[in-house]
């Protein structure tokens, strides 16, 4: 699983606009209940100057980040990206287009309040519960009427709007990081007070004409975001956590060395899960201690011989090897090895785990291939099945699936089918979509960018990955889809295949 989400605390609309009558301002009201955020500017509705502006205030409990990183669910500062989500409200009064909308860090508590006008202005806070432009908790009052934020590079995130139905998407990985700071962030810390959404100050109007004080004298009326209290699952404001947590084992795919092949493409990687009462449990309990790694001759799943010398990845000649610790009880080995590691009384390899001089695990035997040159067309050329897709899922489990792949147009022997089980193709590079089947929405997209979070891991049994379901929104058919990258032109390939399922709130 490479995707999290956690979704807002609070939220709140605050706004200095006009009420009807033009001349009351609407700036004791307070929206925190209402199921919309707005941001807007209106330049010279009430007079020649005047002025009136929108801002949208968003809060996320940080601790379930703080959390959810101790325990392993995601990974270390500098493996994982943040991701401010928001997404647009269609309605029927004017949107404005060409505008960038700024993003930045409260550097103040507020209160989310419980209003709900966003037409009329008339659920003032009073000086109690709520904010609204003048206060920001209660009597207390911002520094500045309209919000307090900060206004340095790690803390400010800005996106363009070219037609103006463009849900909100930032990196918001520099600030996510100083308000967790368990790693000694190099930027420092932050108390959590969550986002400020604004025009940016070329584009928010200003009753200042001489001059105009940097502001815009265009009104850009109004973009409409859904709030924490929609109705709707996949549109709540949200910090989409994204890293790549994919699994390249190659002990199904172990390749000998060669010459021609880029040195990085001559190292192969093995994993050992140590499992400890069904459970992943790391060495001696403890994340300083590391497994290592031997490679024998295979006599069925046998270890005989000695140890047989291979390469490390500085291409050292090595008999054993320190894995590196990839999470709690998974570890990794990357090394290459050439032919003669192998002979033709002993074809095959198996691998040896150890400890402390004592052997905790021996794997399965491992038959290393030779790099071959080859043309390679992913275009349409394959068959897949999800032969242990189910019907339907819980919403409170993490599932894994499995995908098997065959080359299209494969026609085994009888004497194949009858002796041997029939092995997945491994594709190294392929990601997963998973669209609701009523309306065809996407709710989680190819994510086949920098972060690749919605990568499939591969193992000797083929490619597969983890989903948490409390991501999909219960009662509803969603589908499987597939892409495959194609190293020729340098595109994913999307693969004619839909795999149904549902998700309820108990499987039973």
């Not at 050329?381 to 792949?405: D, G, H, I, N, W």
Request: aromatic residues 14%.
């Amino acid at each position: 699983m490479a995707i999290k989400k956690y979704f807002a605390i609070a939220d709140n609309t605050i706004t200095n606009a006009f009420e009807e009558n033009l001349t009351t301002r609407g700036t004791g009201s307070n929206m925190g209940q209402a199921d919309i955020l707005e941001v807007f500017s209106i330049y010279a509705q009430q007079s020649t100057s005047s002025a009136e502006l929108s801002r949208a205030l968003i809060q996320f409990d940080v601790t379930q980040i703080t959390s959810d990183r101790t325990s392993g669910a995601i990974p270390e500062s500098g493996s994982v990206s943040f991701y401010l989500k928001l997404y647009n409200a269609e309605h029927s009064r004017t949107l404005p287009r060409d505008f960038f909308l700024e993003v930045n860090a409260l550097s103040a508590n507020w209160e989310e309040g419980v209003g709900l006008d966003m037409d009329n202005y008339t659920d003032l806070t009073n000086d109690a519960t709520g904010s609204n432009w003048i206060n920001r908790a209660g009597a207390t009052s911002w520094t500045t009427e309209g919000g307090n934020w900060h206004t340095d590079t790690s803390s400010s995130f800005k996106q363009h709007f070219p037609i103006g139905t463009e849900d909100l998407e930032v990196d918001v990985t520099t600030l996510v990081e100083q308000w967790v700071n368990s790693d000694g962030n190099v930027l420092g810390s932050k108390t959590n007070y969550g986002f400020i959404v604004k025009l940016t100050g070329s584009q928010e109007a200003t009753s200042s004409l001489s001059p105009l004080a940097g502001g815009s004298t265009l009104s850009y009326y109004t973009k409409k975001f859904f709030a924490r209290s929609t109705e709707f699952f996949f549109e709540r404001p949200s910090i989409e956590a994204r890293f790549d947590s994919s699994r390249r084992d190659n002990r199904g795919t172990l390749y000998y060395s060669s010459s021609w092949a880029p040195a990085s493409e001559n190292l192969n990687t093995i994993f050992l899960y140590n499992y400890v009462r069904g459970r992943l449990r790391d060495v001696a309990g403890q994340t300083n201690q590391i497994p290592v790694l031997n490679l024998y001759y295979a006599s069925g799943s046998v270890p005989e011989g000695d140890a047989r010398y291979f390469r490390d990845a500085s291409n050292d000649p090595v008999n054993f090897l320190s894995a590196s610790r990839v999470s709690e009880g998974v570890y990794k080995a990357q090394f290459s090895i050439t032919s003669s590691v192998v002979n033709s009384t002993y074809p095959y390899l198996i691998d040896v785990w150890t400890y402390s001089g004592s052997q905790i695990q021996t794997g399965s035997f491992i038959e290393p291939l030779p790099v071959q040159a080859q043309n390679y067309d992913l275009s349409n050329s394959f068959v897949l099945s999800m032969p242990k897709l189910a019907k339907k899922y819980s919403s409170q489990k993490t599932e894994r699936f499995r995908l098997f792949v065959r080359d299209k147009g494969w026609s085994p022997n009888v004497f194949t089918k009858v002796t041997e089980n029939i092995k997945s193709k491994i594709i190294e590079s392929a990601s997963y979509q998973i669209t609701r089947v009523v309306d065809q929405k996407v709710v989680v997209p190819y994510g086949t960018g920098s972060d690749n979070y919605t990568m499939l891991s591969y193992d000797v049994s083929g490619n597969y990955f983890d989903f948490d379901m409390s991501l999909l929104e219960s009662g509803y058919t969603y589908c499987f889809k597939y892409a495959f990258y194609d190293d020729a032109v340098g595109v994913y390939r999307e693969q004619p295949h839909l795999f149904k399922f549902k998700v309820e709130n108990d499987e039973y």
